[in-house]
């Protein structure tokens, strides 16, 4: 399994909430176009109650490595978004 970051975030009237995962993933096949593989995600259950309770959408970004920390900073230091991390 590869270390990842996955990323979600939604607008709603000029607030752009992020929601930022720690995980580890598989890919299926290096034929699939797009993004797909077997995710592993600590906690996984209260990661999808948060995002079905508070209006995240099933879109994700996903990086390699884990970047949560400079993540948050930017999104939320420079660009005033909201950031949740709900593995903490």
């Given at each position: 399994m590869n270390k990842s970051t996955f990323a979600l975030f939604f607008g709603n009237r000029g607030f752009f909430p992020a929601l930022l995962i720690a995980g580890a993933r598989d890919p299926v096949s290096d034929n699939f176009f797009g993004v797909a593989g077997v995710a592993e995600v600590r906690n996984l259950q209260d990661v999808l109650l948060h995002v079905g309770t508070n209006g995240h959408r099933h879109h994700v970004?996903?990086?390699?490595?884990?970047?949560?920390?400079?993540?948050r900073e930017a999104l939320g230091h420079y660009?005033?978004?909201?950031v949740s991390l709900p593995q903490n």
């Open positions: 970004s996903v990086t390699p490595g884990r970047v949560q920390a400079p993540l660009l005033n978004f909201e």
